[in-house]
């Protein structure tokens, strides 16, 4: 009898440990998923640099929130001798052969950022991996290192997406991309 309540015992305990695993990943994703945010660099171009005392820095209150809407960005230059591409002071807009791309909102905001609009998780995982919009549309355009994060696990994305979710959501709607003109005939 003694054996009987032994192993239910030892069934108790792992039971419990499993629980309390299967609790875990969620804060062990989110913090994953920050290191490999802040490892990654995404807050350089996803967060909207402004003019501190010491030079450009990253806005906090616009954090992860992508090329600000409310600043409407004249035409882009034309490229020049060596210099093919050109990017704005917020670090959050680019030029170059590809046309114009405005970095993404990155923030769970329903309306505006990756907490609505068709993302999920599986389609995030998707985009980075094959380096097209929502993992099907029109390829993730400079200087998006998608290429390179396609090498990530897909555990690591997930963890990734897992703490985007986290963030203060911002509402901020990222002007759509724009293709170069068409050449001249």
Not at 5 to 34: D, H, Q, T, Y
Not at 77 to 89: D, I, R, T
């Amino acid at each position: 009898m003694d054996r009987r309540f032994f192993v239910a015992g030892i069934v108790a305990v792992l039971a419990a440990g499993a629980s309390a695993a299967a609790a875990e990943p969620s804060s062990n994703a989110a913090a994953r998923g920050k290191y490999l945010v802040d490892a990654l660099g995404c807050t350089h171009c996803h967060t909207p640099m402004t003019m501190g005392p010491k030079g450009p820095e990253s806005d906090p209150t616009r954090f992860l929130a992508g090329h600000p809407q409310d600043l409407k960005m004249p035409p882009a230059p034309k490229p020049q001798g060596p210099w093919l591409w050109s990017g704005a002071a917020t670090n959050t807009a680019f030029a170059g052969p590809w046309g114009v791309s405005y970095a993404t909102n990155l923030t769970p905001d329903p309306t505006t950022g990756l907490g609505g609009g068709g993302w999920s998780e599986e389609v995030f995982v998707k985009a980075l991996k094959t380096g097209k919009h929502f993992g099907t549309a029109r390829p993730i355009q400079p200087p998006m290192p998608w290429d390179g994060y396609r090498n990530l696990s897909d555990a690591d994305l997930k963890a990734v997406w897992f703490y985007l979710k986290t963030v203060k959501p911002v509402k901020n709607l990222v002007p759509d991309y724009e293709p170069p003109p068409a050449p001249a005939k």
